[in-house]
């Protein structure tokens, strides 16, 4: 069964901080490089971040620094950890592999707003 499932959003002022959650099907997750997107309003959906199986990760220019992907192999999760957001931080995340397309499975997403 293909499945993503994304939590751990909401409403932070700026300066705060959230981790995001993933819990990914087998399928999707084994041996794939997972990364973080994310969709604001009226835009195109943008790579944050990934990572690799081995841990390798990159980021989004925006976001270096401020988050933090990681993964854990034995529970096909991959969470991010976003710290000092900011209002241009405010969107919906996705997780998926890395170079999914609008043809792959994609999750519900979860909604981080950064308003003071």
């Known amino acids: 069964q293909v499945q993503l499932v994304e939590s751990g959003g909401g409403v932070v002022q700026p300066g705060g901080s959230l981790r995001l959650s993933c819990a990914a099907s087998?399928?999707?997750?084994?041996?794939?490089?997972m990364a973080w997107y994310r969709r604001a309003p009226g835009k195109q959906r943008e790579l944050v971040a990934r990572?690799?199986?081995?841990?390798?990760?990159d980021y989004k220019n925006s976001v270096e620094g401020r988050f933090t992907i990681s993964r854990d192999n034995a529970q096909n999760t991959v969470d991010l950890q976003m710290t000092n957001l900011q209002p241009e931080d405010t969107a919906m995340y996705y997780c998926n592999k890395y170079l999914a397309t609008t043809r792959d499975y994609w999750g519900q997403g979860t909604q981080v707003t950064v308003s003071s």
């Open positions: 087998r399928s999707i997750f084994t041996g794939a490089i």
């Open positions: 990572i690799t199986r081995a841990g390798y990760t």
